[in-house]
């Protein structure tokens, strides 16, 4: 996804990146990023990391106003003040990491905890899920190789492609990022979606999608990709 990182590998991931940054694109100019880390943390608007961490020393913020010391952030925050930094600099972007750990009905209830606090701020919010599918799809895969997690990333993807938030709410196992995608099925439950794909695909072996949800009976409002 960050070039700087790819070294001679980053035309692999050339049209995921720019279909990550046109669904980014398409977002107000307030974010909720959602993720997968250690532990749940939230993130303000007002951070700044670096990737040093995984090899170069790519600053990143999370605000165009981001003043605050230089801090250890989780991945998926780093690629949000990244695909920020790309898609809209002019817009902050808060990200709650959930711990990789809770269980579905506990990702299905923060989801449902964010939707809540989102509807009471009165303002359009974009919420932006980052988070990887399965990472065993082909045999040089980061987490090697397991044919069966081929139909459930499948299954993960026609899902987002069709705004199911029924279907993403029982995937099966083997989803890096699947308490994200369960806080997104508990965010968007309730609703009835329109959902556009930009994107699906596996480089090397690790599953991405990348689209956007827009409420089924609004032309406009918060974008979710």
Do not use: K
Request: charged content about 15%.
């Amino acid at each position: 996804m960050v070039p700087d990182l790819a070294s001679g590998a980053a035309p692999e991931c050339d049209d995921l990146r720019a279909a990550v940054l046109q669904a980014a694109g398409e977002l107000p100019d307030r974010w909720v990023a959602i993720g997968v880390a250690a532990a749940d943390e939230v993130i303000p608007a007002g951070s700044v990391g670096t990737f040093a961490g995984y090899g170069v020393d790519v600053p990143v913020a999370l605000g165009p106003d981001a003043t605050a010391t230089v801090r250890q952030l989780p991945l998926c925050a780093l690629v949000t003040g990244w695909v920020r930094g790309q898609a809209n600099p002019g817009a902050r972007a808060e990200v709650r990491a959930y711990a990789a750990d809770h269980d579905a009905s506990e990702a299905l209830a923060s989801g449902r905890a964010l939707r809540a606090e989102i509807d009471g701020q009165g303002q359009p919010v974009g919420v932006l899920v980052v988070a990887d599918g399965s990472n065993t799809l082909i045999p040089s895969a980061p987490g090697g190789h397991d044919p069966a997690s081929v139909p459930v990333q499948r299954a993960l993807d026609d899902a987002l492609a069709a705004g199911d938030v029924a279907a993403l709410s029982g995937l099966g196992r083997g989803i890096v990022g699947a308490v994200a995608f369960a806080a997104l099925a508990g965010l968007a439950d309730g609703g009835s979606w329109s959902a556009r794909e930009y994107y699906r695909g596996a480089p090397y072996g690790v599953g991405y999608f990348a689209g956007v949800w827009l409420p089924a009976d609004s032309a406009a409002g918060p974008t979710r990709p």
